[in-house]
């Protein structure tokens, strides 16, 4: 085993965080140190979270522009539609956010996300609706449910935990330091409020980053200690998969191996913590999609995105079978979605 490697594995044995210079130099291995490296994180994977794979599925309750403008987003104000005037669908019903639910069961999810467009939830009615959506996917349903609504206060979050909310879902996105590049319209202290107003709602939570926006290195390794420290449950870490129209559309694509490299770098730094392999993963990691759960991924989102289609989530359940792996069909997923595909 090499030198970096062995300080990896004395770091983790005495608790001890690894230093961002090591955490760098992981980026620079090939051959068969990076394949040492994937088996380490699989062992940290398989100690943590044992063989099963989580799979969560979404539904785009209400989509529409964003008066947000957050660049990687294809419903953002910045999205190619500057001029015209912001609005956003109305939500779904209750009827057809509870239809979803059941498909993404058949199709083998174990948990299921009502995701919404906007800042945040302000209307009381737009509450009441997500709330019995919520009632009905857990006692009728069977299935765990989730939410992703934006900016949300300690009150609302609440009241969704006492309808029966089992998980929220709110990235941080990026790194303290490179956030003002992605977003100017709220602020990373307020996403961190939202993450922490959850936690202290008795929600499990999920938060993460996307990756490929144009930050550094170092930059992913301070947004994976800045998600230690906020201690959530889940982890999903989503590529950018660029939306025509929007600031990052031109942005330079990962590759492959520098999606794998991120997540073992996420695995490392939160060695127990359920990591997914989120949005955008077909489009940056191509053929090497199974080494995701080889680098340390222990979930995926399971179908279609926001705006653009995901797998076959045949092609995911089988993934998963010839990985030796299996499908977590009744445990709690607490995964996550990207807000931007």
Do not use: W
């Amino acid at each position: 085993m090499s030198t970096l490697l062995l300080k990896i594995k004395e770091s983790i044995n005495k608790n001890i965080e690894i230093t961002d210079d090591i955490l760098l130099s992981v980026f620079e291995l090939s051959g068969a140190p990076l394949l040492e490296l994937f088996s380490l994180t699989l062992e940290l994977k398989e100690k943590y979270t044992g063989k099963k794979v989580n799979f969560c599925s979404i539904v785009s309750a209400k989509t529409g522009i964003c008066s947000e403008d957050c660049s990687f987003c294809g419903q953002s104000a910045v999205a190619g539609k500057k001029e015209k005037k912001i609005k956003v669908n109305s939500l779904m019903p209750v009827s057809d956010i509870v239809e979803a639910a059941k498909i993404a069961k058949n199709n083998g999810a174990n948990e299921f996300s009502i995701v919404t467009s906007g800042t945040r939830i302000t209307e009381r009615a737009e509450l009441e609706i997500i709330a019995d959506a919520v009632r009905s996917i857990k006692n009728e349903v069977g299935i765990t449910p989730c939410a992703s609504l934006g900016l949300m206060n300690y009150e609302d979050l609440s009241f969704l935990k006492q309808c029966g909310l089992e998980v929220f879902h709110h990235n941080i996105e990026t790194s303290k330091d490179y956030f003002p590049e992605i977003c100017s319209t709220h602020s990373f202290a307020d996403n961190l409020e939202t993450v922490k107003s959850a936690k202290k709602a008795g929600l499990k939570v999920c938060s993460g980053v996307i990756i490929g926006m144009g930050e550094s290195r170092l930059d992913r390794i301070k947004m994976a200690k800045e998600i230690k420290e906020l201690d959530v449950d889940n982890i999903p870490v989503n590529f950018l998969n660029p939306i025509k129209g929007t600031p990052l559309e031109g942005a330079e694509p990962l590759t492959p191996m520098e999606c794998l490299k991120t997540l073992a770098v996420f695995r490392l730094v939160n060695p127990s913590k359920n990591i997914l392999a989120q949005g955008g993963r077909e489009h940056n990691l191509r053929q090497l999609q199974p080494l995701a759960l080889i680098a340390g991924a222990n979930g995926m989102l399971l179908g279609n995105y926001l705006l653009t289609s995901g797998r076959n989530p045949e092609l995911d359940l089988e993934l998963i079978s010839d990985l030796g792996f299996e499908a977590n069909l009744t445990g709690t997923a607490h995964t996550s979605q990207t807000e931007y595909v």
